[in-house]
């Protein structure tokens, strides 16, 4: 069976410092990869998605970027943090096939910028 | 460019109302819509999809092509459903992303 896993689940990280989240997925190939970042009263937003390796979409200009350098593996990144940057944020992978897709996705990580 | 709208943040009925969660969308293409449910300390996950045509845990949806409009009902709201639902599409094609609505929160008052 398929599992995703993302970590860490908690992060606390002072302002300007760097950011490294990474999301690996068993159990199946060349899925579609996502990161979305959660936030209260602003629901789930879509911040990259990738159709294949080292190809990724930006979703939302920011101060993050994405990168994946192998098939199940996706990396959010952040070369200096802002306080902005706080939030929930969740990996999730999808199969491709239109509507048989499902998006089956991570346990998030709560980052806390400080 | 493809948008999820739910106008209700927030929405409480008391046990054994009926519960509407509004979903309207836009694209230009014929998207593939689906419901979303976060429970407490739960992942995310599929509540159902519209191409199945199926009633999960008594919650089913219908797609008004008319209105771009993907509203999930339940007759008789149990205490259980308290949860946050997020309406989401894909484009009908291969490879696309999925884009999510900003979520209401559902709250079965006893």
């Known amino acids: 069976s398929q599992t995703i896993h993302q970590w860490p689940a908690t992060l606390v990280q002072p302002v300007g410092s760097p950011l490294s989240l990474e999301c690996t997925v068993e159990g199946t190939s060349n899925p ?4 979305y970042r959660q936030a209260a009263g602003r629901g789930l937003q879509l911040l990259f998605y990738s159709v294949g390796i080292g190809q990724i979409s930006s979703e939302v200009p920011q101060n993050l970027s994405a ?24 990996c999730a992978w999808s199969t491709w096939g239109g509507a048989r897709s499902e998006a089956f996705f991570g346990q998030g990580t709560r980052l806390t910028v400080v | 460019a493809q948008r999820v709208t739910q106008p209700e943040k927030l929405l409480s009925v008391f046990k054994g109302a009926p519960v509407e969660l509004k979903c309207n969308y836009s694209y230009s293409g014929s998207p593939e819509l689906f419901w979303y449910v976060q ?58 992303n999925f884009v999510f609505g900003p979520g209401t929160r559902l709250s079965v008052l006893p």
Request: proline residues 3%; positive net charge.
């Open chain 1, 67 to 90: 990168s994946r350098p192998q098939d199940r593996q996706f990396i959010l990144s952040s070369k200096k943090l802002l306080l902005s940057d706080s939030g929930f944020y969740l």
């Open chain 2, 39 to 96: 429970y407490s300390r739960q992942r995310l996950q599929l509540l159902l999809r519209h191409i199945s045509r199926e009633s999960i845990k008594g919650f089913t949806a219908d797609l008004n092509k008319g209105e771009t409009s993907f509203h999930l009902k339940k007759p008789f709201a149990q205490e259980e459903d308290s949860a946050m639902y997020y309406c989401a599409l894909t484009p009908d094609n291969y490879g696309q």
């Open chain 1, 32 to 35: 579609n990869l996502y990161w």
